[in-house]
C-alpha cells in the first residue's frame, strides 16, 4: 500500500516526471538558444519559472465565462499526464506488470491534457482564446486517428500483445521494432504526432504566440498557468518515454544500459527540438491535410509491410 | 532575499508596449533579445499577452489613446508587475513633451520601477537599467 503510493507519487511518479520533464524542458530552450547562436537560460530555469507563477503571481479569473470550468481543467489535465506516465513507467522500469489492454487506457489518458487545455480556453470567454480551443480542436482531430493506427501497428507488430509489458519483452526478442522497415515509418509518423500532442512549433497554431498571442492559455495566470507550465513538462517526458517504450526497445536501468537509456529519451528529445526550430508554423488546413492524407497512408503502408513480416 | 523573491528575479516575462513611438526603441528591444545580447541567459523572456508578464515595457510618447489602453493594461496584469519607461519618450515625454495629444510621461499614468533614459537606449543601457531594477 505505502509501496503503492511512492510509485504514483514519487519515484515513477509525479514528482520524477516533472523533475525529469522540467529539465528536457530546459534542454529544449537550450537547444533552440544555440541553433539560434544565442546562451539560453540556466538549468533551474524551467523551476523559477514555476514557483514563480505558483507562489508569486496572482491569479486573474475572468469575468465573462465558467471560473469553475476554467480553474478546475489544469487540474484534470495534469492528472490525465500523470496517469498516463505512471502507467507507461512502471512496466517501463519493470516494477509493475500493468494490466491487460494499458496501451488503449495510456492513448486516451494522453488525450485528456489536450482537451482540457482546450476546455479551460472555451471557458476564458476570451475570443482568441476561442480562436486557440477551434484549432486544437481540429488538430486533436487530425492527429488522433494517426496515433492510434501507430499503436495498432506497434501492437500488430508485437504478435497482438496489449500491455506495454509484453510489447517491451516481444522487442528484447526480435530487437527494437525501429530497426525494421516498418518500424522507421511508424517512427516517423510518431514524432509527428509528438509534436502535435505537444504543441510545437510545425502544428503550434493553437498557442501561436505571434498571432494570437498564446491562443488557448491567453488568460491563464499564475497558480492556473503554473498547472498548466508543469502538465506540458511532464507531457515533454510522458511523449519520448512511449516513443522509447512502443519503438525504441524500453528502458534498462542496470549498468551501462542506464546511460542509453538516457541517451534515447536526450536524443529523441533532440529530434523534435530541431525539428521546431527549423520549420514554420502550417496553418491547421494544411495540417490537417498533412495528417489525414499523408501520414495516415504512410501508417497504412506500415501496416501492410508488418503483414508481410517487414 | 527570500525563495518566493529569488524565483521571481529569475524569471522575468516581459510585455512590450509601444505607444505613439518611432520605432527605435522597439529596435533596440529587440536587439537585447536576439543574440548578441540575449537576456533569455537571465531567464527573461518575451510573452505575447500581458497576463503571463512580470515587466511592463513602455516606450514611445503616450498620447491621449495610449493612454486609456496603457491604463487597462495595468489593470489586466497580474501582481506584482513592474513597469520600465524606456526612451526620453518614455520617461519624460522627449521633444513630445509640449505636444497637443500628448498626455503626460508613463509616470503620470501608471507607477514606474525604472527610468532608461536614452534616444534611443543601447541595449547594453537597457540591461544595465534591468539590472539595477532587479537589484533595487
Avoid at chain 1, 499526464?81 to 513507467?89: E, F, P, V
Amino acid at each position: 500500500m505505502y509501496k503503492d503510493l511512492l510509485y504514483y507519487l514519487i519515484f515513477p511518479g509525479f514528482i520524477f516526471i516533472s523533475v525529469a520533464g522540467a529539465f528536457l524542458s530546459w534542454f529544449d530552450r537550450k537547444i533552440t538558444a544555440w541553433v539560434q547562436f544565442r546562451k539560453g537560460p540556466p538549468l533551474l530555469q524551467p523551476f523559477y519559472d514555476f514557483f514563480k507563477l505558483l507562489l508569486v503571481k496572482e491569479t486573474i479569473l475572468p469575468a465573462s465565462g465558467s471560473r469553475l470550468t476554467f480553474l478546475m481543467s489544469p487540474v484534470f489535465g495534469l492528472t490525465g499526464a500523470c496517469l498516463s506516465g505512471i502507467l507507461i513507467m512502471l512496466p517501463a522500469l519493470g516494477l509493475k506488470s500493468g494490466f491487460s489492454g494499458d496501451m488503449i487506457v495510456i492513448f486516451y489518458m494522453l488525450t485528456i491534457p489536450s482537451l482540457t487545455y482546450m476546455i479551460g480556453a472555451l471557458a476564458a470567454g476570451n475570443p482568441l482564446a476561442a480562436v486557440g480551443a477551434s484549432r486544437e480542436m481540429k488538430l486533436i482531430i487530425s492527429y488522433e486517428l494517426t496515433f492510434l493506427l501507430v499503436i495498432a501497428a506497434v501492437i500488430l507488430k508485437a504478435d497482438l500483445a496489449v500491455t506495454v509489458q509484453d510489447i517491451i519483452l516481444a522487442q528484447g526478442e526480435k530487437g527494437p521494432f525501429v530497426g525494421s522497415l516498418s518500424g522507421i515509418l511508424l517512427f516517423i509518423a510518431f514524432v509527428f504526432c509528438m509534436q502535435a500532442k505537444l504543441g510545437l512549433v510545425p502544428f503550434d497554431m493553437a498557442e501561436a504566440e505571434t498571432e494570437i498571442t498564446h491562443g488557448s492559455f491567453i488568460e491563464y495566470s499564475g497558480t492556473a498557468y503554473a498547472l498548466i507550465r508543469l502538465t506540458k513538462y511532464m507531457m515533454l517526458f510522458i511523449l519520448p518515454a512511449f516513443l522509447c517504450v512502443t519503438l525504441l526497445g524500453g528502458f534498462r536501468t542496470d549498468g551501462i544500459h542506464l546511460l542509453w537509456t538516457v541517451l534515447k529519451m536526450i536524443g529523441v528529445v533532440l529530434l523534435i527540438t530541431l525539428i521546431r526550430n527549423t520549420n514554420p508554423r502550417v496553418r491547421i488546413d494544411q495540417a490537417m491535410r498533412f495528417f489525414f492524407i499523408w501520414m495516415n497512408l504512410l501508417v497504412i503502408v506500415a501496416i501492410v509491410l508488418i503483414y508481410f513480416g517487414l | 532575499m527570500g525563495f518566493k523573491e529569488y524565483c521571481f528575479k529569475k524569471s522575468l516575462w516581459l510585455f512590450h508596449f509601444g505607444g505613439a513611438s518611432c520605432n527605435n526603441c522597439d529596435i533596440e528591444i529587440l536587439a537585447c533579445l536576439t543574440p548578441r545580447f540575449d537576456v533569455e541567459r537571465f531567464g527573461m523572456q518575451l510573452v505575447g499577452t500581458i497576463r503571463h508578464a512580470d515587466v511592463l515595457l513602455v516606450n514611445g510618447s503616450i498620447n491621449q489613446k495610449d493612454k486609456v489602453r496603457l491604463l487597462e493594461l495595468y489593470e489586466q496584469a497580474p501582481k506584482p508587475i513592474l513597469v520600465v519607461a524606456i526612451g526620453a519618450c518614455g520617461c519624460t515625454g522627449g521633444i513630445f513633451a509640449q505636444g497637443n495629444t500628448f498626455a503626460g510621461p508613463v509616470d503620470k499614468i501608471i507607477p514606474v520601477d525604472a527610468y532608461i533614459p536614452g534616444c534611443p537606449p543601447k541595449p547594453e543601457a537597457i540591461i544595465a537599467g534591468i539590472v539595477k531594477l532587479l537589484h533595487k
